[in-house]
């Protein structure tokens, strides 16, 4: 390490991300600070003599953020995570701030994750498994359904999508997608057929959201297209919690028109989600709330959390970090 090497401040750190980034390869040539909260612009001040910060999905990097980052000689923002809806980048291009994000870790891990909470949301597992520790060796109430022959809707054909989509075909279902941008000669070969958000939602056993959180996406999943839904159907979102309407979803639930929810994310995640609150006094009544059905099951945004996705994260974070310090044009090269 020598006087060159780039000063990194990390925000949202946990023992996981310092073991991850300080194995990948040219850290050593990185001056890392670890910060355990969040970035925000109430704390942003505190990166003072750092070339880049390196943030991940609950970060606040808003306008207000960036101002300070810029004014503090921060040059490069670098998320450790795909998607970006949480940095503001006009106000980091105004800036001169460059932002990079690690596109493409491991869209497998996310799949695979979908795939194991709808399994487990579906034949009851968790439910079973809590029993079977107690001895209670019942299966009343633990009937699920055959997956084969059923119609899965897949809203956004990206990367984490197609691989779902090709999983879900494996199971002998039937899969219908939707994007703005389809690809037709890939759904030819996958065997998925295109269609309009609201015939897929009218078709669909079980709907799994893959869009990153837009503006046209906020809230996507809302009173209207719940209706739309076949009752008795599946929703699944590992992507962002912003994409469902918490409120319809809670009441498209205590009707029963929804047969259950299985989610890697929240809309308030914020705070929550990550941390250890176990022993507190849980604030969010709508996650409460989410929590008291049967028929709801949540993980706390673990979907990307395998080796090979944290080592792919970790070696591309790395690797943007040193070329923000080298290359004199990076910010003209890492338009999103
Ligand atoms: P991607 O960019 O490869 O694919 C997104 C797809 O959504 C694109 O095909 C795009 O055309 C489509 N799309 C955009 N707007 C749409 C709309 N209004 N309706 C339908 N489709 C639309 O992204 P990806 O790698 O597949 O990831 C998808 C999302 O998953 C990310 O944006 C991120 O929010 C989320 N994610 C979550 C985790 C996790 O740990 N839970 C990990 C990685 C990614």
């Not at 953020?65 to 450790?80: M, N, Q, S």
């Not at 869009?211 to 979102?237: F, S």
């Amino acid at each position: 390490m020598d006087a060159q090497s780039p000063k990194v401040a990390v925000f949202d750190t946990k023992p996981y991300d310092r073991e991850y980034l300080a194995a990948a390869e040219g850290s050593d040539a990185v001056q890392w600070t670890f910060h355990e909260f969040r970035l925000m612009a109430e704390n942003a001040q505190i990166v003072a003599g750092a070339n880049s910060v390196c943030v991940f999905v609950n970060d606040v990097v808003d306008a207000e953020a960036l101002g300070i980052l810029a004014d503090c000689g921060v040059k490069h923002i670098g998320l450790r995570c795909a998607g970006f809806n949480n940095v503001d980048l006009h106000a980091a291009e105004a800036r001169g701030i460059a932002v990079t994000r690690v596109p493409n870790y491991s869209p497998y891990a996310v799949a695979e994750h979908t795939v194991g909470l709808l399994l487990c949301l579906n034949r009851k597992i968790h439910r079973a498994y809590n029993r079977v520790r107690e001895f209670n060796f019942s299966l009343n109430g633990l009937v699920g359904f055959d997956l084969h022959g059923k119609t899965a809707g897949i809203v956004g054909t990206g990367k984490i999508g197609r691989i779902l989509a090709g999983i879900f075909r494996g199971f002998g279902m039937r899969v219908i997608a939707m994007d703005p941008y389809p690809d037709p000669t890939w759904a030819a070969d996958a065997g998925v057929e295109y269609a309009s958000l609201e015939d897929l939602l009218c078709a669909s056993d079980v709907v799994s959201l893959h869009v990153p959180l837009t503006p046209e996406t906020h809230h996507i999943v809302n009173e209207k297209t719940l209706a739309l839904m076949k009752p008795g159907v599946v929703l699944l979102n590992v992507s962002r919690g912003a994409l469902i309407h918490t409120k319809a979803l809670i009441d498209a639930l205590k009707s029963g028109h929804v047969g259950g929810v299985a989610l890697d994310v929240y809309e308030e995640e914020e705070g929550v989600f990550f941390e250890d609150l176990s022993g507190l006094v849980l604030e969010d009544d709508e996650l409460a709330r989410l929590l008291t059905f049967p028929n709801v099951l949540i993980t706390a945004h673990q979907a990307f959390m395998t080796r090979e996705a944290m080592e792919e994260i970790s070696r591309v974070t790395v690797g943007n970090i040193l070329r923000a310090a080298r290359d004199e044009d990076f910010l003209e090269q890492t338009k999103l």
